[in-house]
């Protein structure tokens, strides 16, 4: 166990702000440089195949990217203007720490704000439009800062890795570095008892602004099946409703299933009885549009039937997001029993054709 969380530790400390996922990938790719030669493409994304040289080929997909921001200006007294990259809520910024990675380094920054005690009192609860937001690098003057930083260097919250109880942990982007975790323990798991459907590790990037990685390989790949590891929004706490986002989802009890618009349902069906006959614990989610994901893209290629797989996290797209180890692991084991699945099927009879309820396959 400590050698996955190890793994699980190096996914979440390394920098992947979208557009800026290099250190990220280099992780990925050591890890499964241990099972074959990864491959690439221009645009960052990368990935491997396990099993056999033939067979159904099943794609697990998870992205790289994490939100962030990026320097847009630096004014003549050395501070630094920023904008989102991502679903980066601007109440996040003031007063919290910062990174920004510079061609010379990490150089550390806060989030400026003003001092509570002059802010009126109706505008405590709001924070400042963009352009007015700052980060503070301790420069003495613009010549001093951009000694150390430059426009367009990507910034992240800084980061952090706790465990706050036995196999429960806090981190900045766990969105998604536990679907990376995720993809590359399937791989591992697959590789050691392989079936017969050629399994592909998947790590895109560009995800959380664009989707421009799984555009990009959605007809290029032409899977059979594609699965889709990413984030879902738990609504076990009391800053949560199960109803406000669209379901109950519980840290613990498991991946979450989609059913609907997220997915295929005849792999829904499949992953549910992959998980019984495993005994993993799985949660159901509905979607009755779009999923937000990469999954959306690779689904509107035509070319494959597509499940997202949901890994339950708390407080997503902030610095402090939440996950339990044991919803990551079960999620990758569900992911290589189902590849299994898949190869002693053959594949899906018609992947394009009518599904279970009688809509059109994804």
């Not at 017969?196 to 390989?217: D, I, N």
Request: aromatic residues 4%.
């Amino acid at each position: 166990m400590a050698a996955q969380m190890d793994l699980l530790r190096d996914l979440c400390l390394a920098p992947g702000p979208t557009g800026f996922e290099a250190a990220v990938q280099e992780v990925v790719r050591r890890r499964l440089d241990r099972l074959g030669d990864a491959e690439g493409d221009p645009l960052g994304n990368l990935w491997l195949t396990v099993g056999p040289e033939t067979g159904p080929l099943v794609v697990v997909a998870a992205h790289a990217d994490q939100i962030g921001l990026i320097v847009t200006h630096v004014d003549e007294q050395g501070f630094l203007s920023v904008a989102p990259i991502g679903g980066v809520a601007p109440l996040l910024v003031p007063g919290r720490r910062f990174v920004v990675h510079g061609r010379g380094g990490a150089v550390p920054a806060v989030g400026g704000r003003k001092p509570s005690h002059i802010i009126p009192v109706e505008e405590r609860r709001t924070a400042p439009d963009w352009p007015e937001q700052f980060l503070d690098i301790g420069a003495a003057g613009r010549e001093a800062a951009l000694e150390r930083v430059a426009v367009g260097d990507p910034v992240t919250f800084a980061p952090d890795f706790v465990e706050l109880a036995p196999g429960i942990v806090v981190a900045q982007a766990l969105d998604d570095r536990a679907g990376l975790y995720t993809m590359i323990r399937a791989l591992e798991l697959y590789a050691e008892q392989p079936g017969t459907a050629r399994l592909m590790g998947l790590s895109t990037v560009h995800e959380e602004t664009t989707f421009m990685g799984a555009k990009a390989l959605a007809r290029r790949l032409r899977p059979d099946v594609i699965l889709v590891v990413d984030g879902d929004f738990c609504t076990d706490t009391p800053a949560a409703s199960a109803k406000e986002l669209g379901g109950e989802v519980r840290l613990g009890a498991g991946p979450v299933v989609s059913r609907g618009a997220g997915g295929h349902e005849r792999l829904a069906v499949w992953a549910q009885e992959a998980a019984a006959a495993e005994g993993l614990p799985v949660q159901v989610k509905a979607y009755g549009g779009e999923t937000e994901t990469d999954a959306d893209e690779l689904m509107a290629a035509g070319t494959a039937a597509t499940l997202t797989i949901g890994l339950p996290l708390r407080y997503m797209h902030s610095p402090s997001e939440v996950a339990d180890l044991a919803d990551l692991d079960a999620a990758a084991c569900l992911v290589a029993a189902l590849a299994r699945r898949i190869g002693e099927a053959g594949g899906l009879v018609d992947p394009a054709g009518p599904n279970e309820t009688g809509g059109r396959g994804a």
